[in-house]
């Protein structure tokens, strides 16, 4: 199931698609169809209207605004008498040798490999509209499949509009990022440079109150300096110190770390470098502890910080040198195994993921059910395709997870394909002690210390999932 999608123009060729061709299936007019992912640009709600679109063109019923482009969109319904698709539904978009049209459908289903359809020989006398834009039918299990053509709406007039995202270079790499909220701004770091992050924690520290610091904040057995990044970067604020917050926590030279603010975590997203902009001088006195900003829409961008420059920053590194050790009885860190960046959460019981698995971390659709016997929840547009998502805990323990405001979609690769985890809760990002399962098996079990107390967690094994999704 590959829902990674290629800038470059794709073309139908009449030679037969290789067996590792994916392929969206999508309910349309009382039907299922098939269509090639490589073909899928997005899909998107459908808007409340469309925009009138003057077309002869068969089924054109408007066009949709889409990031300053006119798609023209078709109702197969309308063009071939099929029963009509419910009024905003969904528009999946098509990419046609650089082109976009769209076309209106009830709902996405799942993605399969083109092997695991059985193409059937049919012989078909029409030769109407039909059997031109769906000229193949293919079995899934018991399930009829009408394969589209996308090339044949082009060839029967239907009008397209050019598609104007620049396509990528192969060396615009993406690297992950935690977003996170402060003041009313988003900031992102690298994941990679997270020594963990804290939930709401109550502020102490009031002899380190100075500058941008605020005081301190405990993590595990280190005190650690706790800074507003507002005041940092010479950015206004409301001046109100608060007696508990959350912070993501930095890690400078040995013991030494640093913790930022944060009003709350909100994501890990996937920022390649050709997206972050020169950062405006206007925007912050200290500039230069910036990458530069994304922008997100005309009145909202991200700041994104620079973790080299905030360890080389004199003053930084000087509140950093204060974290120390202490707590009750002195404690120390006992945590077991190797040490390394995890990702908690709670699916049906406590689990983790070693962030180098996470891809991203998005948001659960309101409209997921895990009604039924199915892991699998729903399919969501995600980076301009498809993504299949699964109840992560009736995978692991059999029992459908209750899906609340906290639940979000853990987004991991299992045989190389893009797939979603639902998960009832995200709890945190932060060094953990892995260790052995009690048979020996390497790397079963998480540590997690706070306050005192060893909590465990399950480190889900994606390989053991792959029957479910592949």
Request: one cysteine or more.
């Amino acid at each position: 199931m590959d829902t990674s999608f290629s800038d470059a123009p794709v073309k139908t060729t009449q030679g037969a698609p290789t067996p590792t061709t994916s392929i969206a299936l999508i309910e349309c007019g009382g039907k299922v169809i098939g269509v090639e992912v490589a073909h899928v640009r997005e899909v998107i709600p459908e808007p409340p209207e469309l925009q009138p679109l003057p077309s002869s063109g068969p089924g054109v019923i408007g066009c949709l605004a889409l990031r300053g482009l006119a798609v023209p969109v078709v109702d197969f319904s309308n063009m071939l008498g099929w029963p009509p698709e419910p009024h905003l539904g969904i528009l999946v978009v098509l990419r046609i040798d650089g082109c976009l049209v769209a076309f209106r459908a009830r709902a996405t289903r799942r993605i399969v490999l083109r092997a695991q359809i059985r193409m059937q020989d049919i012989a078909i006398a029409a030769t109407g509209l039909g059997e031109s834009i769906f000229p193949r039918l293919g079995l899934l299990e018991e399930e009829a499949i009408a394969m589209l053509d996308p090339n044949a709406l082009i060839q029967l007039g239907i009008p397209s509009t050019r598609d104007s995202r620049v396509a990528a270079k192969a060396s615009d790499i993406s690297e992950q990022y935690l977003l996170f909220e402060m003041g009313g701004r988003d900031f992102v770091l690298p994941v990679a440079r997270v020594d963990g992050t804290v939930p709401e924690t109550e502020i102490g520290g009031h002899t380190l109150v100075s500058g941008p610091c605020e005081g301190s904040i405990r993590r595990l057995d280190l005190e650690i300096p706790l800074i507003n990044p507002l005041l940092m970067c010479g950015m206004a604020h409301d001046g109100m110190r608060p007696r508990a917050t959350g912070a993501i926590v930095l890690k400078f030279e040995g013991e030494q770390r640093l913790a930022l603010r944060a009003d709350r975590v909100r994501d890990i997203i996937q920022i390649k470098r050709s997206l972050i902009a020169p950062m405006p001088r206007v925007l912050a006195r200290r500039h230069d502890l910036f990458l530069g900003v994304v922008p997100v829409s005309e009145s909202h961008w991200y700041h994104v910080l620079d973790p080299t420059r905030l360890a080389e920053d004199p003053a930084l590194r000087n509140f950093a040198a204060l974290a120390r050790r202490g707590g009750a009885a002195g404690a120390t860190s006992t945590l077991r195994g190797r040490r390394s960046t995890g990702l908690l959460f709670r699916a049906s019981g406590d689990f983790a993921l070693p962030i180098e698995q996470v891809e991203e971390i998005v948001g659960l659709p309101p409209s997921a059910s895990t009604e039924g016997f199915s892991a699998h929840l729903c399919t969501i547009s995600h980076r301009g395709g498809l993504l299949p998502v699964f109840c992560l805990g009736q995978m692991l323990t059999g029992h459908a997870s209750n899906f609340g405001p906290l639940a979000a979609v853990i987004v991991v690769r299992i045989e190389g394909e893009k797939i979603g985890l639902a998960v009832e809760e995200m709890l945190a990002i932060e060094r953990v002690g892995f260790v052995e399962h009690a048979d020996g098996r390497p790397e079963g079990m998480v540590e997690r210390q706070q306050s005192g107390r060893k909590r465990s967690f399950s480190v889900v094994e994606l390989a053991e999932l792959a029957p479910y999704v592949v």
